[in-house]
């Protein structure tokens, strides 16, 4: 299992959020620098950043942030939050980007999903968000009628190779993951899986492991020192 620590950037300020709502936001770190070099130095084999701002305004893209972050990281750094247009795929490979999660674009211009997953098959990954089974967008605000299992169906057809699944009711809840959809999605699919939301504690982590998915996104947990990446890599030693 590869637990993925999590940076969510606010202003340029380390941030965890309740449920995706802007609204109950909590600073957990003043220096995403800092926060990236300790999860590096606590043995991180990858690290996902979410630009918050560039989720909610296209136009406030922290790319310089990123692009820093990026050059400082001496392991894979996956980035989300609002990429809808190839020109800012790009733009986040050039960056240094190694992965880059597409969500509401996925759902909403398969066009644009295509040319991504074609251009950089390797580095595109969606992100499925979902509430009572149905794939929510725009920063969890609006929940569609499409299933997550179709979804998922539809988009490896597509030739994605990567989906975060993430239970909405479940994120920043600390109430644990959504093990009954996690396992009906990798059952349906031949993706990987990367497991997010809830996750609270080690036992959490060794259930997702149990349904044979092998990365975990980790935010609040680690944030609360809940898990650390050393006593996550100790179980499976």
Known sequence: MIVIPAIDLLNGKCVRLYQGDFNQTEKVADDPFNQLDRFINDGAEIVHIVDLDGARDQTKRQYELIKQLCERATVPIQIGGGIRSIETVEQLIE?????????TAALENLAFLKE??????????VGIDAKNE??????WETVSSIDYIEFAKKIESLGVKTIVFTDISKDGTMSGPNLDQLDKLNQAVNCKIVAS????????????????????????????EKITLKGARQLWT
């Open 95 to 103: 960056a240094g980007a190694s992965r880059l999660v597409i969500g």
């Open 116 to 125: 991504a997953v074609k251009k950089y098959p390797d580095q595109i990954v």
């Open 134 to 139: 149905k794939v929510a967008t725009h920063g």
């Open 197 to 224: 939301g809830g996750i609270s504690q080690y036992d959490d982590l060794i259930a997702v492991a149990n349904l044979g998915i092998e990365e975990a996104i980790v935010g609040k947990a680690i944030y609360q």
